[in-house]
């Protein structure tokens, strides 16, 4: 049993996990790396592909499709698109993830157990970096190729520590939140630079939703003279 980590601004999606109980997942176009998950076919002539289709069952469907190359890769990039994906960290005291990803250290960092985050929402995948583009071969490895696009980045993101959760593309009527074991949050951290104002709401919006045993903390910049942040449990009176 381990942790993973959830860097969030202050704001709605963070309110939402509090509230709702539901953790939203996004979409290719909305990562801020325009390369990550990046199709880039290995090619050749053959028409035939195994085309890998994400089911709500947490297994792949292998459908024999005959398509030209162009068909192939449009294919391929309507899967890449729709589906979609929830990001965390092995790392939560990680400087340029506290900026990036919590607003310059004015938001919030939630830890969660894996094992029940798990179970809840379905299996995990770790990101892998390499400084070459995953290649994508066919007609066969489709489930490996599936996989290959959405857990494969450029070196200079390996401080990241990346999980990846994937579902298969949402219906209309789905806006990209899913519910999880309120048990699988363990503790949220209050960044640096984090208001009273938001920690307070938080705290709050926990306690009044069925997560009154999460710990909390407020991070500090270490005092011996290192670019380290450390937390300190915040008590809370009941």
Request: charged residues 25%.
């Amino acid at each position: 049993m381990g942790s993973l980590f959830k860097y969030r601004a202050c704001g709605r999606y963070a309110d939402e996990i509090f509230s709702t109980g539901t953790l939203h997942y996004s979409t290719q176009s909305s990562f801020n790396d325009p390369y990550d998950c990046f199709l880039c076919f290995n090619k050749n002539k053959k028409l035939v592909y195994q085309v890998a289709i994400l089911t709500n069952e947490k297994n792949i469907i292998k459908q024999n499709i005959e398509l030209s190359l162009d068909k192939i890769e449009k294919e391929f990039c309507t899967i890449i698109q729709n589906t979609q994906v929830l990001c965390m960290s092995l790392d939560g005291l990680q400087m340029q993830m506290w900026a990036h990803y919590a607003k310059n250290h004015t938001g919030i960092c939630i830890e969660f157990d894996d094992d029940l985050l798990c179970n809840s929402l379905g299996d995990l995948y770790s990101v892998q970096y390499q400084s070459d583009i995953y290649q994508v071969n066919y007609p066969n490895h489709s489930q490996e190729n599936l996989f290959g696009i959405f857990c494969t980045k450029e070196l200079g993101w390996k401080y990241e520590q990346e999980i990846r959760l994937l579902r298969p593309p949402k219906s209309p009527s789905e806006d990209g939140n899913y519910s999880f074991n309120k048990k699988a949050l363990k503790a949220i951290y209050f960044g640096t630079h984090c208001s009273k104002r938001n920690t307070q709401k938080y705290i709050k919006l926990c306690l009044n939703n069925g997560f009154e045993n999460v710990k909390f903390y407020q991070m500090e910049l270490s005092n011996i003279g290192q670019f380290k942040l450390l937390p300190k449990e915040i008590k809370v009176k009941e």
